[in-house]
C-alpha cells in the first residue's frame, strides 16, 4: 500500500466527518430570534469541532508526508485514529445540545483525548521507521511531546468537567490556540 | 503541502456540501400536489445553492490553480472558506423553509457574504504571492473587484431583507448571473 | 481545468449520491416480518437506483475519458447533470414510500428523463470537439441514439405512470437493461 | 477503465459508507447515564462495522492491487459488492436498536454473507486474469479459501440468530479477529 492511497482515504474520511457535523445544525423551526439563539450553542459547538477537525486534517497530512512505508501498525493505527475522529459529529451534536452540561463535556473531551493517543501511536511508528536519522527522530520528539502535552490537557478536561464546565470549555479552545501558532511556521 | 492535496480536500468537501444539501428536500408524506408544491420553494432553494456553490468549486479551482506556495495564511483562509460555505446547506434549509421571513433571507445573505470574504482573503494572499508579476497582479486585482462587488452585495441583502426580501432575492439571482457570464470566457 | 479535475468532483459528487440514497433506507422499529417487509419497496427502488447510478457513473466515465477539452460549455453541462443526479435520492425516497402512487412514479421518470438530457447535452459537446474526426464522430452519435431512445423512453414513462404505474415500472426495469448488455462490451 | 479511476470511486464509497454510519448514532436527549448507556449497543455495533469495513476496504485495496484489465465482469462485481457493502450502516443501524433479536441478527448476518460473496466473485475474475502465472494462482486461492471460509462462517450465522444471538455474535467478532492476524503479516 502506498501512502498515497492511505492519505486519499483518510482524507476522504476527514472531509465527510468535517461536513456532515452540519448536519446536526438544525434550522430552527420558527424565524425567530430567540428560536435562532437556541441554535447558537450548537453552532458555537461545530465551529470548535470544525477548527479541531482542521487542524487534525493539516497535521495528519503533516504526518503521512513523513511516513516511510504503510506497515499493518501504521495502518491500523490510522484506522483508531480515524474511528475516534468519526465520533466527532456525535460528541459535537451531544455537546451543542447539553453544553452546560458535564457528562456531555466530559465525552467531548474524551474523545479528543483518545483522537491524541491515535496521533500518539501514528507518530510513534513515525519514530520507530526513522531509526537511522537522528534529526528526524529529535524532530519527531518534539512534535510527539507537544501532542502529548495536549493529550493529557484533554484527558484532564474529563474530570475536569465535573467541577467546572467552563474550565473544560478552557482547555478545548486553548489546545487550538497552542497548535495553530507553531502550525504557522511549520506551514509557511 | 503541495496544492493538488489542499485541492483535493477542498473539492472533497465541497462536493459532500453540494450533495448533502438534497438531504433536506424531505419528500412529502402524502403523493399529492398541494403536498408537493409545498415543497417547492424547499427545492428551488436547492437549486439556487447547488448552482451557487458550482461557481463557488470554478472559482475555487481557477483560484488554487494560482496558487505558487501553500502558505499557513492561503491554508487557513481556504479552511476560514470551507467553514462558510459548510453552513450553505444549513441557511439553505432555513431559507427554503421560511423563505418570506426576513430572518432566514438575511441569514442566507450573511453567509454567502461571509463566503466572500473568504474569497477575497484568498485572492489577496494570491495576489501577495505574485509580488513580482505585474500582468498577473492586474489580473487577479480584476478578479477581486469583481469578488469585492459580489460581496458588497450580499452585505446588502442582509438589512434590505426586513424592507423587502424580494429584492434580496432579487441579488442572490443577480451575482450567479454576473459571475456565469465572465466565467464562461475565462473557462472556454 | 483539466478532465481529471472535472472527473474527480463528478466521481466524489456521484459516490456521494449512490451511498447517502441508503440514508432513507430506515430500519424498522419493530424487528418484525411485517415491519420488515414494509420497508421493502424503499429496498428494491434503491437497488433499482443504485444499478441506475451505478451505470451513469461507468458512462460518465467513459464519456469524460473522450473530452479534448473542458470547455465552459462542457462543465455547465456536467453540472447541470449533476444537478439532476442529486435529486435521484430525494425521487428515489418518494419512489419507495408511495411506490403504487403515479405522482411518484411520474417524479422519478421525469428526473431521470432530465438526467438523460444532462447526458445528451455532453455526448452533443463530444461532437461538437471531435468535428474533425469522422470515426469518433459515428461512435459518439451511435451512443447518442441509444441515449435519446432512453431518455424518450423514460419520458413516455410520465404520462404512462398515470394509465399504469407498472408499465413505467417496466420502463425502469428495462433501461438498465440495455444499457448493461452492450457496455458489457465496451467496458470489456 | 483504468484500476486507478475503479479504486479511487471505490474508496469514496468506502469512506462515505465507513462515515455515515456515525450519523446512525443519534446523542441521547438527556444528559444522563441510563441515557447514554441506552445508546451503548448502538454505539458497540457502530464499532465493529466500522472494524469490518477498515478490514473490507484493506481487503479490497490489496486486491484491486492485483488486477490487471478491468474488464466488465470486475466492474460489475465490484459494483455488486459495492451494493451489499452500503447495506452496512442500515442493518447496522436496525441490530444497535435491536441487538437481542434474531431478526436483527440474522441480517447483519446476511448481509456481510452477500458482502463476502462479492469479495469471492472478485477474486473469482483474478483468478481467471492470471491464467499463465501458476505461483499468483496459488496465492490469490489461497485468499479465496479464506474468504470463502468466512462466507461460509456468516451464512451459518444467520440460522444460528434463531437459536443463540449470542453465537452468531461470537462469529461476528470471530471473523475480523481471524482477518486481522494474516493481514498483519500481509501489509508488514
Request: one cysteine or more; hydrophobic letters at 50%; proline letters at 5%.
Amino acid at each position: 500500500m502506498t501512502t498515497s492511497r492511505l492519505e486519499a482515504f483518510s482524507d476522504g474520511v476527514i472531509a465527510i466527518i468535517i461536513t456532515i457535523m452540519v448536519l446536526e445544525l438544525r434550522a430552527p423551526a420558527q424565524p425567530t430570534l430567540p428560536a435562532l439563539v437556541k441554535v447558537a450553542p450548537v453552532f458555537i459547538t461545530y465551529g470548535l469541532s470544525f477548527l479541531v477537525a482542521a487542524i487534525m486534517w493539516v497535521n495528519h497530512h503533516h504526518l503521512i508526508h513523513a511516513v516511510h512505508s504503510v506497515t499493518a501498525r501504521l495502518l491500523w493505527s490510522n484506522m483508531y485514529l480515524l474511528f475516534w475522529m468519526s465520533l466527532v459529529p456525535f460528541v459535537t451534536d451531544f455537546l451543542g445540545k447539553n453544553y452546560h452540561e458535564p457528562m456531555a463535556v466530559a465525552l467531548y473531551g474524551l474523545d479528543l483525548t483518545l483522537c491524541s493517543t491515535g496521533f500518539y501511536l501514528l507518530r510513534g511508528e513515525l519514530i520507530r521507521q526513522s531509526r537511522s536519522d537522528s534529526e528526524m527522530i529529535e524532530y519527531h520528539e518534539r512534535i510527539q511531546r507537544k501532542n502529548a502535552l495536549s493529550g493529557v490537557l484533554y484527558l484532564f478536561s474529563v474530570p475536569l468537567a465535573y467541577l467546572s464546565v467552563h474550565a473544560s470549555f478552557f482547555i478545548f479552545v486553548l489546545i487550538p490556540a497552542l497548535y495553530f501558532l507553531p502550525e504557522k511556521k511549520l506551514a509557511g
